[in-house]
């Protein structure tokens, strides 16, 4: 039992680790993790939990209906959080870089991957970069795909990595940046 206890903590701290151009001392904070159930094979590497499910670490919070983690025979983690009926999965955390930055996306479907350090959302994604409550981008898709190290969005009118002409339109928001004069 203490064995499935740990791994099961140890897999859910590699995941959050590297999240969303996380705030740097979200790596040194425990993960809370919060469920209706959970079930870990230790044979296959899979996590899963489901019912409210709610993972806090630092300034990370997660939501989902349910989320399954899985592990690599490297140590990388692959976390999918699905969305419950009628709601979207989600996630929020602190930005590095100033006082008051953050991140947040929704979806049906957010699959994180540790060892790429990309979000991919899948449909009615959206995702926003804050300061404070103030919307600076927010962007609207079928399918978002956020690459943390870079910073950089690609967003698609359906629910893949590809976009096909007549399946909707996407929607950006792109805020003008004010200069601080001195």
Known sequence: MKRFFFASLFALNMLAVGFAYAEKADAEKPTNVEADQM???????????????????????????????????AGYQFATLYAGQGKLA????????????WIEGEADRIEYDNKADV????????????????????????????????????????????????????????QPRNETKK
């Open 90 to 101: 989600s996630f929020r955390q602190k930005r590095d870089g100033g006082e008051n930055l």
């Open 39 to 73: 079930a870990y094979d230790d044979v296959k590497q899979v996590n899963t939990f489901t019912g409210n499910v709610v993972l806090t670490r630092g300034t990370l919070i997660m939501k989902a209906h349910k989320m399954v983690v899985t592990q690599d025979p």
């Open 119 to 174: 979000a991919k959302l899948f449909s009615k994604a959206r995702m926003r970069r804050l300061e404070g409550n103030k919307i600076t981008d927010e962007v609207e898709g079928e399918f978002i795909s956020y690459d943390n190290r870079t910073e950089f969005f690609a967003v698609n009118n359906t629910p893949s990595d590809t976009s096909k002409p007549g399946a909707g339109r996407i929607k950006a928001v792109i």
